[in-house]
Structures are given as C-alpha cells and as structure tokens.
C-alpha cells in the first residue's frame, strides 16, 4: 500500500533562508509524486509534480523537488524564504484514481 | 472559469440533522472527490467518483454517501450528522483520473461543525 510520511508538522526559518521539507514514501510501482501548497482558509494547490523524466522538478513561486528512487524521497527546496511562502505543504503520491496525501508540514517564515 | 466550487462554505448541525454538500466543476474532467481535512491527519479521502456514473469508498466512508449528479456534479451527503464528521470538507476533480498522473484541483472547502 502507498504511504506518505512528512517529517516534522511544522518547520520555522527566517526570511531569506533556506526552505527544505522532508517528505518520503512508499510504493509499490512507480510512483507519481506531489507537492500541494494551502494557504489559510483555501483549497489545496499544486505547487509541483513528477511524473517521469528529470528528476529535479521546477515548480510555481520558486520551489523545486528532487525525486530520489534509492532513497524514497521527494523532499520539497526553495533556496530563499519569503514571507508570503508561510502556509501549510502537503506531500502527495499517487496510483490509479486515488492519491494519498501525507500529514502537512506547516511552514513559518520570521522576519 | 470558476474551477472547483463548493457550497456552502460553512455549516453547523445537531446531531442527527442531515445535510448535503454540493460541488461543481467546469474543467470537463472525468473524476471526482470528496476529502476530509482534520488537524494533523492530512487530507483523507472519503469517496471518488473515477467517472459519470461511478462511485468508489476511499479511505473513510462511513457515514455518508455521494451522488455523481452529473458530469460536472458531485454531492457529499450526511444521513445523521455526528460531533465527529466535524470537520473542513474538500472537492476535487481531475482530468487523469486512472493514469496515475492524478493532479487534483480543490475547491474553496466546507467548514462544518457538528454540535
């Protein structure tokens, strides 16, 4: 069965810092794999996904993720922390018709 | 293009009140969602509706039931509300249902409360 741990619910770092959200996972075929951003009181949206190709996925507001067979992970970098970056980042994997979302990581960003 | 929407964005109940949650998306896409979102539990999903006329159980589906209405049409019923569906409800769709490749778009959500 497929499964999505994030590890740690909430990561704090300061303006201009380094963002890194860790996410790994388990499936038994090649995966499908998903970064959603939620901003407060919103739906989810898609901040990022790999398919197959290029490892290292490029997505929307400056984030990118590095798919890692070997190691199960798809952990979510942004090289440069902003304030408006500080929401709720969920970590998703996909097969079929049904994704399965890990527990979110909340991200704050310090001034 | 208004996406994903749901009504009503919020909602309380007694318990035993029934009440449905409507969705409604005009991307054309085939399948369908229905998520509860509970604090530290992520997104769970409660039914699918892979294309018009299918309905699946996901991973929480006691005590409710859906209806794919239409191609565009998804509802989210409660029979007999109770303290624990308490929660912020979510519907998605998505055009690739079945490929694995499942990128989802959520409407706004539902804040229920159950008293």
């Known amino acids: 069965a497929q499964s999505v741990t994030q590890l740690g619910s909430h990561v704090s770092v300061s303006e201009g810092a380094l963002v890194l959200l860790r996410c790994n996972y388990s499936s038994s075929v090649p995966p499908y794999l998903f970064w959603y951003v939620q901003y407060p009181n919103q739906g989810l949206q898609l901040l990022l996904k790999?398919?197959?190709?290029?490892?290292l996925v490029k997505g929307i507001n400056g984030f990118e993720a590095e798919f890692k067979k070997s190691e199960t992970s798809f952990h979510l970098t942004k090289p440069s922390a902003h304030m408006s970056d500080a929401a709720e980042y969920f970590c998703a994997v996909s097969e079929d018709f049904k994704t399965i979302f890990g527990a979110g990581t909340r991200l704050f960003v310090k001034a | 293009n208004a996406g994903v929407t749901q009504t009503p964005k919020f909602q309380v109940l007694k318990t035993g009140q029934s009440m449905t949650l409507q969705c409604a998306q005009d991307?054309?896409?085939?399948?369908m969602y229905w998520y509860r979102q509970d604090p530290g539990m992520g997104l769970r999903l409660i039914y699918y509706?892979?294309?018009?006329?299918?309905?699946d159980k996901g991973e929480v589906p006691n005590g409710y039931n859906v209806s794919r209405l239409n191609k565009r049409e998804f509802s989210l019923r409660l029979e007999s509300a109770a303290p624990s569906q308490t929660s912020v409800y979510f519907c998605?769709?998505?055009?690739?249902?079945?490929?694995?490749?499942?990128?989802?778009?959520f409407g706004p959500g539902t804040r229920l409360t159950v008293l």
């Open positions: 790999y398919t197959t190709g290029a490892t």
């Open positions: 998605a769709s998505s055009g690739q249902g079945g490929t694995g490749n499942n990128e989802q778009f």
């Open positions: 509706s892979a294309s018009e006329g299918t309905t």
């Open positions: 991307m054309n896409h085939n399948s």
